[in-house]
């Protein structure tokens, strides 16, 4: 098989992966069986598809090859019942192609975006949506979703299975939402749509700090939620603050691939027509009715770094207070770590300092890089070398990014 021919299949692969997983999910009401029928079915396309052609609608190949082999699967496992539950598996051995186009509701605009709704289902905990449908639709790695919540890669791994466990055992159904219900899984998908930008504009790991087909991805999901549900605050404030942070991308990182920080970046190479569709969407997404979204919040933030001409110019007093805001909406860790951050522009690193150790010492997010970081920086401008050299060693120690730990390594050795 020659290199051009197995990109081409891995390109199909990449891009179809999540769309023929969710529908098998809905075919077979199975996760795990769907996960095992869309690898038979990837294994094969790479048999036959070399040598037979790439078919007119690869994904309705994958898909009728899935289900069939599944239906195989399971006439293997259950041989020994009776013969009628054995026609009747046969019966559901179809061309699946007439079905996957009729599943394709046009309002949504997208099959990705059709899916995602699809996956935040009400039955599940917020967290298992949003878990469950950044791994299986959007193909984060289980150590990027664990990242997300802050646990570990093994706990997050035992919650993904929980889930797939409750959605076989309670019969739950994997079929798009009806129009006049998406406000009641928007909350989800919008979390969703962040965690793929997140993990595209700070990779968990690896050697690149950005991956910009993720950026890009997000945006347009986002873009597309502008369309579908407009005047939706939540909505509006998350295009706008993956915009305004997507504004800087050629600027956080240097010419050999290092990190640069917000002080340090040129900030003539940021995007001003990103940065001029950001802002309009900040004033709107706060001017909505109805409550303010912690999106527009953190928009509004993002808004006043991208309008400072320089370093010296930031207004981190008004920072602080929306940080104040967005902690009463959305108190998480991140969000704590972030204040602390700003009060050290204000107040200074001893405040900042006691601040962040509180939030260390309730336990949730001692393996989270940044936390010691930032403990590091703050123990440094207080003198307390010594210590701020532990910190620092502490945040290379759980940091998995390359350019991070360059960087971090950098520090330790300035010190």
Same mark, same amino acid.
């Given at each position: 098989?020659?290199?051009?021919?197995?990109?081409?299949?891995?390109?199909? @692969? =990449?891009?179809?992966?999540?769309?023929? #997983?969710?529908?098998?999910?809905?075919?077979?009401?199975?996760?795990?069986?769907?996960?095992?029928?869309?690898?038979?079915?990837?294994?094969?396309?790479?048999?036959?598809?070399?040598?037979?052609?790439?078919?007119?609608?690869? =994904?309705?190949?994958?898909?009728?090859?899935?289900?069939?082999?599944?239906?195989?699967?399971?006439? *293997?496992?259950?041989?020994?019942?009776?013969? /009628?539950?054995?026609?009747?598996?046969?019966?559901?051995?179809?061309?699946?192609?007439?079905? /996957?186009?009729?599943?394709?509701?046009?309002?949504?605009?997208?099959?990705?975006? *059709?899916?995602? @709704?699809?996956?935040? +289902?009400?039955?599940?905990?917020?967290?298992?949506?949003?878990?469950?449908?950044?791994?299986?639709?959007?193909? %984060?790695?289980?150590?990027?979703?664990?990242?997300? @919540?802050?646990?570990?890669?093994?706990?997050?791994?035992?919650?993904?299975?929980?889930?797939?466990?409750?959605?076989?055992?309670?019969?739950?159904?994997?079929?798009?939402?009806?129009?006049?219900? &998406?406000?009641?899984?928007?909350?989800?998908?919008?979390?969703?749509?962040?965690?793929?930008?997140?993990?595209? $504009?700070?990779?968990?790991?690896?050697?690149? &700090?950005?991956?910009?087909? %993720?950026?890009?991805?997000?945006?347009?999901?986002?873009?597309?939620?502008?369309? &579908?549900?407009?005047?939706?605050?939540?909505?509006?404030?998350?295009?706008?603050?993956?915009?305004? !942070?997507?504004?800087?991308?050629?600027?956080?990182?240097?010419?050999?691939?290092?990190?640069?920080?917000?002080?340090?970046?040129?900030?003539?190479?940021?995007?001003?027509?990103?940065?001029?569709?950001?802002?309009?969407?900040?004033?709107?997404?706060?001017?909505?009715?109805?409550?303010?979204?912690? $999106?527009?919040?953190?928009?509004?933030?993002?808004?006043? +770094?991208?309008?400072?001409?320089?370093?010296?110019?930031?207004?981190?007093?008004?920072?602080?207070?929306?940080?104040?805001? #967005?902690?009463?909406?959305?108190?998480?860790?991140?969000?704590?770590?972030? +204040?602390?951050?700003?009060?050290?522009?204000?107040?200074?690193?001893? =405040?900042?300092?006691?601040?962040?150790?509180? #939030?260390?010492?309730?336990?949730?997010?001692?393996? $989270? !890089?940044?936390? !010691?970081?930032?403990?590091?920086? @703050?123990?440094?401008?207080?003198?307390?070398?010594?210590?701020?050299?532990?910190?620092?060693?502490?945040?290379?120690?759980?940091?998995?990014?390359?350019?991070?730990?360059?960087?971090?390594?950098?520090?330790?050795?300035?010190?």
């Amino acid at each position: 098989m020659s290199a051009s021919a197995i990109g081409k299949i891995e390109d199909v @692969f =990449r891009r179809e992966a999540g769309r023929v #997983l969710a529908t098998l999910i809905r075919l077979l009401g199975d996760f795990d069986l769907a996960e095992e029928a869309q690898q038979d079915a990837f294994a094969a396309a790479m048999e036959q598809w070399p040598a037979q052609g790439m078919p007119e609608n690869p =994904r309705a190949w994958l898909i009728s090859v899935g289900r069939n082999k599944a239906i195989d699967r399971i006439r *293997r496992d259950v041989f020994f019942r009776e013969r /009628i539950f054995d026609r009747e598996l046969a019966a559901a051995r179809v061309d699946v192609a007439a079905e /996957i186009d009729e599943s394709d509701e046009a309002i949504f605009g997208d099959d990705r975006l *059709r899916l995602i @709704f699809t996956c935040c +289902h009400p039955a599940l905990n917020q967290e298992s949506q949003i878990a469950l449908t950044l791994r299986e639709v959007c193909g %984060l790695s289980t150590q990027a979703v664990a990242r997300a @919540f802050l646990v570990g890669e093994e706990t997050m791994a035992q919650r993904l299975v929980r889930a797939k466990r409750k959605i076989r055992d309670a019969g739950i159904p994997y079929e798009t939402p009806d129009p006049t219900v &998406l406000d009641q899984r928007i909350d989800g998908v919008l979390a969703v749509v962040y965690g793929v930008f997140t993990e595209g $504009y700070a990779a968990t790991a690896g050697t690149r &700090l950005i991956d910009v087909e %993720l950026c890009a991805e997000a945006i347009r999901l986002g873009r597309l939620l502008d369309t &579908l549900l407009p005047d939706n605050a939540g909505v509006m404030g998350l295009l706008a603050l993956m915009l305004l !942070h997507d504004a800087r991308r050629s600027s956080r990182v240097s010419d050999a691939g290092d990190v640069v920080l917000l002080d340090d970046q040129d900030r003539s190479k940021w995007d001003q027509n990103e940065i001029s569709e950001g802002l309009a969407l900040v004033d709107r997404s706060l001017a909505a009715r109805g409550q303010v979204s912690p $999106y527009a919040v953190q928009a509004a933030i993002a808004a006043l +770094h991208v309008r400072a001409r320089d370093k010296r110019a930031t207004d981190w007093p008004q920072i602080v207070g929306l940080y104040e805001v #967005l902690l009463r909406l959305q108190p998480t860790p991140v969000i704590e770590l972030n +204040h602390a951050v700003a009060v050290s522009m204000v107040d200074g690193a001893a =405040r900042a300092l006691n601040l962040v150790d509180s #939030l260390a010492a309730r336990g949730r997010v001692t393996q $989270y !890089h940044l936390l !010691h970081a930032a403990r590091g920086r @703050f123990l440094q401008q207080l003198g307390r070398i010594e210590e701020a050299r532990e910190a620092y060693g502490m945040a290379l120690k759980t940091a998995t990014l390359e350019p991070e730990r360059r960087f971090l390594a950098a520090r330790i050795a300035a010190i």
